[in-house]
């Protein structure tokens, strides 16, 4: 009907087709043209999708034959202040899928209000600490559970192996970027959760430091996927639990973003065991979603955090640090020129603590990897983050409900940073800040753990992935 009518109104219009005969004529011409029109916008949509499959495809493809070449040669020693991050993650750096034209997309979209929804819990002071829970009681009471019943199992090694430095845990006081793994390590050796006994544990712990190894002259960090093969080959050859659930019921830890290359020669500790990282992306292919868990990237800092008010904060939002990424260099683009937005190349010359202490906002820009340490950063000085950095799965995101103490912002977003964030009301900042200070004791390792801090979170999260049924072995 629609299509009669329109080729009749068109037709009537167009004078010296009046003709009846001619408009008998041109009527299957018409059709002919439309049906052309649309397989052609039908294969182009299609082609489209085929491009951005190769495009992958050929990422990939470049990823995996860069990294073993560069293995073979053991060349991995990268430049001294690259901080260690190789060619690998500068593939993943690209892989950033250009899906769709999305200027094209967002054309006459409203703008979403980030933060509409706490308008209703931006309330009673005693609520706070709620709102950061996606379920506080039921949180409170399985947390009670697994505190009292989960054992881990580690797999012992003798102070005299010869990678006792990346295998046993450190004596000192883990420090730096990516003192999340060896604080993780060391909590748990001393906790009540550690078992001798194999046959009453849920999970077992496979105790080796990627960064520790990142370090060790012998292995560097191509020689890790190898490393990693053959512990995997030694613990289920002596022993018979890694058997029993090919995996499922074993866990390692890793921060620094080498990690994801570490299962590389070692397909079933990626399929099947519990990766506990730093760099947790639902576009990294390392990284099964669901399956692992995600540990935070936590600067260490010592003492009493300091509160500051948002009166007292002049500046709408700051980050510094290296333009090592698309994302960092878009907003530095963008913004570098604000007078509210402050976006520094390279470290700052003055205090680092200042800034996050001065800003309302403080931004988590993706780098090399989805994870920083500047989530955390920013919590500790009660600065609301603002991720920005598509695809992280964020730390407890199960657990916590990050819309109430963050913001997380679409990198196609970042031309609306200005209006996003001066589009939050002063009660909805009071609101997310108060969460911020109430949700940050998870966001912190102690040398002698406490409830609910960063351990013993990661420990929930495995306790949530625990389970795997094991099957007895034969003899
Ligand atoms: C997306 O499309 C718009 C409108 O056609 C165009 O102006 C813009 O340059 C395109 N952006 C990209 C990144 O291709
Ligand atoms: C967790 O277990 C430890 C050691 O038994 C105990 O001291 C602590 O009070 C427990 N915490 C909770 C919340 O049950
Ligand atoms: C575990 O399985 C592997 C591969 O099938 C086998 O070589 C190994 O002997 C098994 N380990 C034990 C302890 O039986
Ligand atoms: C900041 O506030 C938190 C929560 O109210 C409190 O525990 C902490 O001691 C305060 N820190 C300082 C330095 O006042």
């Known amino acids: 009907m629609a299509r009669s009518w329109f080729l009749h109104y068109y037709f009537s219009r167009s004078g010296h087709l009046s003709d009846p005969f001619r408009r008998l004529i041109f009527i299957p011409t018409w059709l002919a043209f439309l049906t052309s029109l649309f397989i052609i ?11 951005h499959h190769h495009h992958h495809d050929h ?9 073993s070449r560069i293995s073979q040669q053991s060349a991995f020693d990268m430049p001294p202040k690259s901080v260690g991050v190789s060619a690998w993650t500068y593939i993943h750096e690209d892989r950033d899928p250009p899906v769709w034209n999305h200027t094209t997309v967002r054309q006459g979209i409203e703008i979403r209000q980030p933060v509409e929804s706490h308008q209703s819990s931006d309330s009673n002071g005693n609520q706070v600490k709620d709102e950061v829970f996606h379920g506080k009681d039921i949180f409170l ?14 797999y012992p090694h003798r102070k005299d192996d010869p990678f006792a430095n990346a295998l046993l845990p450190v004596h000192s006081e883990p420090g730096g970027n990516y003192a999340s793994e060896a604080y993780f390590k060391k909590a748990l050796m001393k906790s009540h959760f550690i078992t001798k006994d194999p046959s009453e544990a849920d999970l077992f712990y496979m105790p080796f430091s990627i960064a520790a190894l990142r370090h ?17 080959y030694d613990i289920s050859h002596a022993y018979p639990y890694w058997n029993r659930s090919g995996g499922a019921d074993h866990f390692y830890v890793a921060c620094h973003s080498i990690g994801s290359t570490a299962t590389r020669k070692a397909e079933e500790v990626k399929l099947k065991a519990i990766q506990v990282v730093c760099s ?27 509160n500051l008010s948002a009166s007292n904060r002049k500046k709408l939002a700051f980050f510094a640090g290296a333009m090592n990424s698309r994302v960092r260099k878009e907003v530095l683009k963008t913004w570098k020129d604000d007078s509210e937005i402050f976006v520094n ?39 609301v983050p603002v991720i920005i950095a598509d695809y992280y799965d964020l730390p407890f995101t199960d657990i916590l409900d990050w819309k109430s103490f ?33 949700a940050r004791q998870h966001f912190k390792w102690h040398p002698f753990p406490v409830d609910y801090d960063a351990f013993h979170m990661v420990m929930y999260e495995l306790w949530l992935r625990r389970g795997s049924i094991k099957v007895p072995l034969h003899g």
């Open 280 to 306: 947790s992306s639902y576009f990294l292919t390392a990284y099964v979603s669901h399956k692992d868990a995600s540990v935070p990237q936590i600067w260490p800092r010592h003492g009493d955090p300091p």
């Open 216 to 232: 060790d002259k012998r292995v560097n960090v191509g020689g890790i996927p190898d490393f990693v093969k053959a512990y995997i």
């Open 141 to 154: 009471q399985d947390y009670k559970e697994m505190n009292r019943s989960f054992k881990i199992y580690v």
């Open 41 to 51: 916008v039908y294969i182009s949509s299609t082609s489209k999708l085929f491009m």
């Open 59 to 67: 990422l990939l493809l470049k990823s995996s034959i860069g990294s």
């Open 406 to 438: 963050s913001l997380v912002v679409p990198s196609l977003d970042i031309p609306l940073l200005k209006r996003i964030l001066t589009g939050i009301s002063s009660d909805q900042y009071s609101a997310l800040q108060r969460n911020v200070i109430a």
């Open 345 to 383: 190349s390279g470290r700052l010359k003055t205090p680092y603590s200042d800034a996050l202490l001065g800003s309302k906002f403080c931004l988590h820009l993706k780098g090399f990897e989805v994870n920083t340490a500047r989530i955390g950063d920013a919590m500790f000085y009660g600065c």
